[in-house]
């Protein structure tokens, strides 16, 4: 899929059909997330892949926001790793970007994605850390899920002249 | 450029050639950037598009970590809109998604990008909210800089399988 493309037609998916992944696709999902800059080119993140159906069952029980794990063939959870940052507080932004070249890469091989929000909500980012066991000095930062799309969603058109200003604000 | 190529082969341009980069390329560049997610799905995005070559000096000038301004054909100072927000804290991940969509779309037509960090430091949010006259409810959260590449990066290769955990950390 062109890169434009896949940027401008991407929609969050919410419903998934069943299909394991390969581990190429896999592979390739992490390599996209390994792939976004970061300050001072830290790469300060750590993944936790998340296949098991029990456990992506228990996030869904637990997490309100993260319910399409149910039924998602995969999760990942994308953690700050604050040992290997080397500008202090921008691993937040490096793991979004991080994110958001997951979910442009899943959407380019026809998967779906969705991103659910963990950092900065104390109780999501807690209780991750105790689910799957995150030590002290990594943050769950966001869990993305993934699976074949089970639903297509309508094309929208976000872009809005009025939020542009020229040179001041 | 195929999505996926986009994603492995972008690379941070810090040296620019001279050039005025055509209306629709600018417009390309936001639509990609308003095509991000975002919580709830508020888009909580503003962009400052600059293109005033002495305003650019004096960014260059100001903020050491953006010298590169100086020879760029446009800054885009994204920023988070807290009277746009609906899940309190998340504009900082939105925006940052955000960003990446729009250094993926300069790669993708062939032209340099470079992500400076502003937000969380505050010299710097509070720097750029006065010299661009940006609103109180308004932060400032990166500088991208775009423009002709001037520079030829080698392809780097990030994947470490040892940032993998599998269902637990």
Redesign the interface.
């Known amino acids: ?8 037609t ?1 929609r ?1 998916i919410r419903k998934f059909a069943e299909g394991k992944l390969p581990p190429e696709t896999v ?2 999902l ?3 997330g ?4 970061s ?1 001072r080119n830290a ?1 300060p ?8 159906r029990p ?1 992506l069952i228990e996030i869904a029980a637990r997490f309100p926001n993260a319910e399409a794990a149910r039924y998602a063939s995969l999760g990942i959870l994308v953690c700050g790793d604050l040992a290997l940052e080397l ?1 202090k ?2 691993w ?3 793991c ?2 991080a ?3 997951m ?3 899943a ?3 026809s998967l779906g994605g969705l ?1 659910t ?1 963990v ?3 104390d109780f999501r980012v807690e209780g991750m850390r105790e689910l ?4 002290e000095h ?1 943050i769950p ?2 869990l993305l899920l993934f699976g074949p799309p089970a639903e297509l969603p309508t094309e929208v058109r ?3 002249r009025d ?7």
Chains 1, 2 share one sequence.
Do not use: T
């Open positions: 899929m062109d890169a434009m493309e896949a940027i401008l991407r969050s592979d390739r992490l390599s996209a390994m792939a976004a800059p300050a790469q993140w750590q993944f936790v892949v998340i296949d098991d456990m500008s507080g921008y937040v932004i490096d979004a970007a994110c958001q070249n979910l442009l890469a959407h380019a091989m991103w929000g950092y900065p909500r799957l066991g995150i030590p990594v930062h966001s976000r872009f809005h939020r542009i200003h020229w040179n001041r604000w």
